[in-house]
């Protein structure tokens, strides 16, 4: 097993030196000059010399690679062109709440995903098994930037239940440790807050949940369906189990395995796809945070997220990869 | 992969009804509901697409000041003349939807055949060389993966300028390893047996084995791919577009109608509504008859 993690460790070394590369190559992907591009046609020539010796981009390119690597492993991203604010700061300060937003779209997608499949599972082309096969067909094609606006409208402007944006009401103070407000408000047992900041999660996050939980449903649904068919499922029921015992511990409990690999897949998935959901709700994180940078064509700051974000996902893909492993012991080094 | 389906046809009675692989594929298609729901829905959308100009009621560029934000037809106030409502310009939704469908298709297009040329290429070139090739190619699919696909997409548009041919390139290239994967798994696969060494020991160069021999093999996988290909390229040039890099105003598409009727949400419901539910249609049909074509192309994946 230890073997096993070395290995898939050493494997991430590859690979992120891969995207640090393509990461860097971005920015010589601009079509004519980045520094005119960043600055627009009427900026100066002056300014344009200064960005561009700012960017390095007056030096050959295995020097500047090799500025951009130096950088990055004293773990200096630049600054933000428009807050000149350091990038690794900026980024601090709005990965939680990304995090916050996945892991709630995760939990959902976990449970309602989960519950659906089993009960698809052991009541197969029964009428909910119909039913919730079509809303995971559905699900899948979701554009989830059109579903949260559609939900915007039925749950804050028409009914009001829940407020339109953001993560928490102007009135409300929060004094904030991890930045994750769910648990900032518990850490600090400011239950007004706790409630504010949940109900600004629930459509961001459901909106979120939606195609994992779809992903999610299909694959627990088809698992279980193959190991109901087994053998020892027969067996226990044969010796008089009740239903409940059959289907949770002897049937769901090997059927897992691939159920467990898809959620964490489905996780890294999520902390890029969030860059749709915060557009929508206004969800102060990293990916409304790039997409903002984008649009603002602040280059050095777009290649620091995209980095963060790629980094992110390649080790939390490593995890589910070892995690894997360690529940399903027949797997090897390949 | 362990035992490769043999076929039944050694056995002298399903020799008289078997039809070829293909026959037999589509009869199995038929049979499955699902897929033959979402080859309606494709339908549907290409007859809208192909012949846009005589089904739209109206051009979907042309703005009436006087019948701005109007609601469609069964709301207090709507007409048959636009009876999806019509956007703060006055211009007719369902025309406009009726075009996009248009942009949509050629998305799903052009993004598709690009990533399924460069992907069976790089896939049967790493699959059939082997050794070093094998091993370029593939670290630098692993290195396209490494970014969830969105944000991928996002960041090449975002250096490439945004406009609508930019995101389907960079639609195409995201999903290049899908398909490089796919490719690379079946042409080793295939390799390996009889028939390709007894063509090579004829002679066949290696274009010829790789394309002739090997390529058509692997067909069933990749067709399935291809379809589900076209609509996570819809859903993703939707995005794009919404997000305001892909298709430019006032360019009837899905999502840049999207991104329109989001400032109108306090004042036209069906600005947002309709637009999106042909993203959700479109990209629903695709996978429909992608889910179907897989159980009637791989009988080894039925249930």
């Known amino acids: 097993m230890s073997k096993f993690i070395l290995h898939r460790f050493l494997s991430l ?302 080790l939390i893909n490593m995890l589910v990869d070892i995690l894997y492993a360690w529940v399903n012991p027949r797997i090897k080094v390949s | 992969m362990t035992t490769t389906a043999a076929p039944l046809k050694n056995s002298a009675a399903e020799a008289e009804k078997s039809y070829g692989p293909l026959t037999e594929a589509l009869l199995r298609l038929r049979k499955n509901k699902i897929a033959v729901a979402g080859i309606i829905i494709i339908s549907l959308f290409l007859v809208m697409a192909l012949f846009s100009q005589w089904i739209a009621p109206h051009d979907p560029l042309a703005q009436s000041l006087y019948d701005k934000l109007k609601p469609p037809v069964w709301d207090e106030g709507g007409s048959w003349s636009y009876p999806l409502g019509t956007d703060d310009f006055g211009r007719d939704l369902l025309s406009r939807i009726i075009y996009g469908s248009r942009i949509s298709m050629l998305v799903g297009i052009v993004a598709v055949s690009i990533s399924l040329f460069f992907g069976t290429l790089a896939g049967a070139v790493a699959g059939f060389y082997g050794g070093k090739i094998d091993n370029i190619i593939m670290r630098l699919m692993d290195i396209l993966l490494a970014f969830p696909s969105i944000l991928l997409a996002i960041v090449i548009v975002a250096f490439l300028g945004p406009s609508l041919r930019n995101a389907m390139i960079a639609i195409g290239v995201v999903s290049i390893p899908r398909y490089a994967r796919i490719v690379r798994g079946s042409v080793l696969e295939e390799y390996a047996k009889d028939y390709v060494q007894a063509a090579r020991a004829l002679g066949a160069g290696d274009v010829r084995l790789i394309f002739i021999h090997i390529l058509p093999n692997c067909l069933a996988p990749l067709i399935v791919q291809t379809t589900l290909g076209f609509a996570s390229a819809i859903l993703e040039a939707a995005a794009l577009s919404f997000l305001g890099l892909g298709a430019q105003p006032p360019t009837p598409e899905w999502g840049a109608m999207l991104a329109n009727g989001r400032a109108l949400i306090l004042r036209a419901w069906w600005a947002v509504t309709f637009p999106g539910l042909m993203i959700l249609l479109a990209v629903l049909g695709f996978n429909l008859l992608g889910d179907g074509l897989r159980d009637a192309l791989d009988p080894r994946l039925r249930e």
Do not use: C
């Open chain 1, 13 to 314: 070394i590859p690979t992120l030196l891969g995207i640090s590369i393509l990461v860097f190559f971005m920015i010589h992907m601009i079509p004519g000059d980045p520094a005119e591009m960043m600055l627009g046609e009427r900026a100066s020539e002056q300014s344009l010399k200064e960005l561009r010796e700012d960017l390095g981009l007056d030096k050959p390119l295995y020097v500047q690679y090799g500025l951009f690597m130096a950088r990055l492993f004293r773990g200096d991203l630049g600054r933000a062109y428009k807050t000149n604010e350091k990038i690794t700061t900026e980024i601090a300060e709005r990965f939680p709440a990304t995090i916050e937003l996945s892991i709630a779209a995760i939990i959902i997608a976990t449970i309602f995903g989960m519950a659906a499949g089993i009960i698809s599972a052991t009541k197969q082309y029964s009428i909910f098994d119909y039913t919730s096969m079509v809303f995971s067909l559905i699900g899948v094609s979701m554009p989830i930037f059109w579903l949260g606006l559609v939900l915007m409208i039925i749950f804050s402007l028409n009914l009001g239940w829940l407020p339109l944006s953001g993560r928490l009401s102007y009135h409300i103070n929060l004094e904030t440790v991890t930045r994750i407000y769910l648990l900032d408000s518990i850490l600090s047992q400011n239950w007004p807050a706790f409630k504010d900041a949940l109900w600004h999660l629930i459509m961001p996050a459901f909106t979120l949940s939606t195609i994992p939980m779809a992903i999610i449903a299909r694959i627990t649904r088809s698992s279980m369906l193959e190991v109901l068919r087994q053998d020892y499922i027969r067996t226990a029921k044969a010796k008089g189990l009740g239903p409940v015992v059959v289907y949770l511990k002897h049937g769901l409990k090997n059927a897992l395995i691939p159920v467990i690999t898809v959620i964490g897949l489905q996780f890294g998935i999520l902390m890029g796809g969030a860059i749709l959901t915060e557009t929508i709700f206004a969800w102060p994180g990293i990916g409304k945070w790039i997409l903002d940078a984008v649009y603002a064509r602040d280059f050095n700051a777009v290649q620091g997220g995209t980095m963060l974000v790629a980094t992110t996902f390649v």
